[in-house]
């Protein structure tokens, strides 16, 4: 041991070679493995060569039903007629027959109006119409025997004729003091009291025809192409009155502002209870179609972005269905396009692709974390 440190101390180039020996013997078995083989590389080839684990999906089964594909407008109710009366003869206000807001019937008297000497002045005006007539019959019969000319015979005409239409003027202004509704209706204003004196063409009466009622609103140039007259529509008023109405109007000629087109809902009303002017949700029945009702979290996008939901096939494999809606409410959609059953991917869709094999779960079975 001695001569082995004191050849050491001699030749201490021999420590070096011992050391340059051993870490080429180092450097040279690690030359013996491939690059590629290190301990990561391997284990990425022993996991390449196992599959990696299935999704595990939950499913329910979903049948089509029919649904009404509606349009939903806002409207606002408003009476089927209105008219303003005017007086058709001057004269003093002598009776109100009706109150305001009192329902009234066609041809019920409303207001009576003074009338003066009309009466006095229509038995005058017979009275010489009688003689006029005598006249005209004496004058016909002396022209038939050559005794009279042409000119004193049409002369006895046009005073016939005169006194005609005196009578007639006479008759109408005597009808007209009393001044009748022209429809069913409610009294909405009255413009006047008794004793006021009217001219003529001064407003005595508005009224309003309630039954049916009509719903105005507006529709878009995107759907005008679906509305047609006779459509059912249901009407929910803002009090919470219900009922289903048929479209009396449709508008030819859109807003030059707002490029809406006018139409009119109507709905019955023959108790009249139901007033004008009030807001009112108006749902146009469009069609009726085949869908399936989902809630929006079960919808999925596919690789370019197409709304729909994704399906599962009969191998297990995940398939992408581009939907329709059809109608929203407030606790679904209803969603059309689609087969007459079909099991839709409720949760975890959002991890599977068209095209993936998948382990379904089905609705209410087990959890997707399986049993412990």
Request: zero cysteines.
């Amino acid at each position: 041991m001695t001569s082995i440190k004191a050849l050491f101390r001699r030749k201490p180039w021999i420590i070096s070679a011992l050391i340059l020996f051993g870490l080429s013997l180092w450097l040279f078995s690690g030359h013996q493995l491939h690059p590629d083989e290190t301990p990561e590389s391997q284990a990425a080839k022993d996991n390449a060569s196992t599959p990696p684990p299935l999704a595990k999906v939950v499913t329910e089964q979903f049948t089509v039903q029919p649904v009404t594909r509606t349009l939903s407008l806002y409207g606002r109710t408003a009476p089927n007629r209105k008219a303003t009366l005017g007086a058709e003869v001057a004269g003093k206000v002598d009776n109100l027959l009706i109150r305001k807001g009192q329902r009234v019937k066609t041809g019920q008297p409303l207001i009576q109006l003074d009338k003066a000497d009309r009466e006095l002045q229509l038995a005058r005006a017979n009275a010489i119409l009688k003689v006029r007539n005598q006249e005209f019959n004496a004058s016909k019969s002396l022209k038939k025997r050559g005794l009279q000319g042409e000119v004193a015979f049409s002369q006895a005409e046009a005073n016939l004729i005169e006194a005609k239409a005196q009578v007639r003027s006479l008759e109408l202004a005597l009808a007209n003091t009393e001044i009748y509704a022209p429809f069913d209706g409610v009294i909405e204003l009255l413009y006047i009291e008794k004793g006021d004196y009217l001219g003529v063409g001064d407003p005595i009466i508005s009224i309003v025809d309630l039954d049916p009622l009509v719903i105005s609103a507006d529709v878009s140039e995107r759907h005008i192409d679906k509305i047609y007259k006779s459509q059912q529509a249901e009407v929910k008023l803002v009090t919470g009155f219900a009922a289903t109405g048929t479209l009396s109007f449709r508008g030819a000629v859109a807003s030059e502002s707002t490029n809406t087109y006018p139409i009119e809902v109507e709905i019955s009303n023959p108790e009249m209870t139901l007033t004008a002017g009030s807001s009112a949700n108006l749902e146009l029945i469009l069609a009726t179609e085949s869908a399936i009702k989902i809630t929006p979290s079960m919808l999925a996008l596919d690789e370019a972005g197409n709304l729909g939901i994704k399906t599962l096939a009969a191998d297990d494999k995940v398939h992408f269905v581009p939907i329709s809606i059809v109608k929203v409410e407030p606790d679904g959609v209803w969603l059309g396009g689609t087969e007459n059953t079909v099991e839709v991917i409720t949760t975890g869709q959002g991890f599977v692709r068209d095209g993936d094999t998948v382990i379904p779960v089905r609705h209410n079975s087990v959890d997707l974390g399986g049993s412990e």
